[in-house]
C-alpha cells in the first residue's frame, strides 16, 4: 500500500495512523487482536470508515480485550449487532469472537499471539511468503483471506510494503529496535 504514502501525511484521518502506527511492530496482545478485527472489519469498506469506527470499535469490544471477548454470548453478539458505531456485519461479529478464543488458546500453545506470529514469520528458515501465511491464517482464524492477512501482517511490520523508500515514516521504521520483522536479517 506505498500509495498510502502519497495521500496520509496531512489528511485528517490517515495521517496520525500512517506516521505512527502502519508498519509499526506491536507485541501486546490487546493491540494485536484490535489490529485483526480492524482489518477484518474493513473488508468491503474503506480504511477510513474503519479508522473512524475506531473508537466505536474499542468500547464495542471491550478494549479489544482477548478475554472478553472470547467470552461473548448471544446477549454480546446482539449488542454488537445492534450497535451503529461499528461494523454490524454477523460473519464479522462471530469472527470477532472466534478469533478471541483462538488468541487465547495461543497463550498456551505458543506463548500469545505475538509469539505465535514470530515462530510462523520463518517456514523452513526462509521467510514465509504471504501465500504461507495466508493458507496459515485461513487454517487457524476465521474471515482472514488474502487482503485481510496481508494488511494486517504488513500494518505489523511482519511483510514489507507498508512504505514507500522515500516515504520518511519508511527511514524512522529503519530505525526502530527492533527492527520490524521483514526489515531482520
Same mark, same amino acid.
Given at each position: 500500500?506505498?500509495?498510502?504514502? +502519497?495521500?496520509?501525511?496531512?489528511?485528517?484521518? *490517515?495521517? !496520525?495512523?500512517?506516521? =505512527?502506527? %502502519?508498519?509499526?511492530?506491536?507485541?501486546? &496482545? !490487546?493491540?494485536?487482536?484490535?489490529?485483526?478485527?480492524?482489518?477484518?472489519?474493513?473488508?468491503?469498506?474503506?480504511?477510513?470508515?474503519?479508522?473512524? $469506527?475506531?473508537?466505536?470499535?474499542?468500547?464495542? %469490544?471491550?478494549? #479489544?480485550?482477548? +478475554?472478553?471477548?472470547?467470552? %461473548?454470548?448471544?446477549?454480546?453478539?446482539?449488542?454488537? /449487532?445492534?450497535?451503529?458505531?461499528?461494523?454490524?456485519?454477523?460473519?464479522?461479529?462471530?469472527?470477532?469472537? *472466534?478469533?478471541?478464543?483462538?488468541?487465547?488458546?495461543?497463550? +498456551?500453545? *505458543?506463548?500469545?499471539?505475538?509469539?505465535? /506470529? +514470530?515462530?510462523?514469520?520463518?517456514?523452513?528458515?526462509?521467510?514465509? !511468503? $504471504?501465500?504461507?501465511?495466508?493458507?496459515?491464517?485461513? $487454517?487457524?482464524?476465521? #474471515? =482472514?483471506?488474502? &487482503?485481510?492477512?496481508? &494488511?494486517?501482517?504488513? !500494518?505489523?511490520? %511482519?511483510?514489507?510494503?507498508?512504505?514507500? &523508500?522515500?516515504?520518511?515514516?519508511?527511514?524512522?521504521?529503519?530505525?526502530?529496535?527492533?527492527?520490524?520483522?521483514?526489515?531482520?536479517?
Amino acid at each position: 500500500m506505498s500509495g498510502y504514502c +502519497d495521500f496520509a501525511p496531512g489528511h485528517p484521518v *490517515h495521517a !496520525s495512523y500512517h506516521a =505512527t502506527e %502502519y508498519g509499526f511492530p506491536q507485541r501486546e &496482545e !490487546s493491540a494485536l487482536f484490535e489490529r485483526l478485527l480492524l482489518e477484518i472489519n474493513q473488508a468491503g469498506l474503506s480504511w477510513e470508515t474503519i479508522l473512524k $469506527k475506531r473508537d466505536g470499535f474499542r468500547r464495542a %469490544y471491550h478494549d #479489544f480485550d482477548v +478475554d472478553t471477548v472470547a467470552g %461473548y454470548g448471544e446477549r454480546d453478539r446482539a449488542r454488537l /449487532l445492534a450497535d451503529p458505531g461499528i461494523i454490524r456485519n454477523r460473519l464479522k461479529v462471530d469472527a470477532a469472537i *472466534h478469533n478471541a478464543q483462538v488468541v487465547r488458546g495461543l497463550r +498456551d500453545s *505458543h506463548g500469545g499471539f505475538a509469539e505465535w /506470529l +514470530d515462530a510462523h514469520f520463518r517456514n523452513d528458515g526462509q521467510t514465509r !511468503s $504471504k501465500a504461507d501465511w495466508v493458507k496459515l491464517f485461513r $487454517k487457524t482464524f476465521r #474471515f =482472514t483471506g488474502g &487482503e485481510i492477512t496481508g &494488511e494486517f501482517l504488513m !500494518s505489523l511490520g %511482519y511483510l514489507p510494503g507498508a512504505h514507500h &523508500e522515500a516515504c520518511p515514516v519508511q527511514r524512522k521504521l529503519a530505525k526502530l529496535r527492533p527492527k520490524p520483522m521483514w526489515m531482520r536479517p
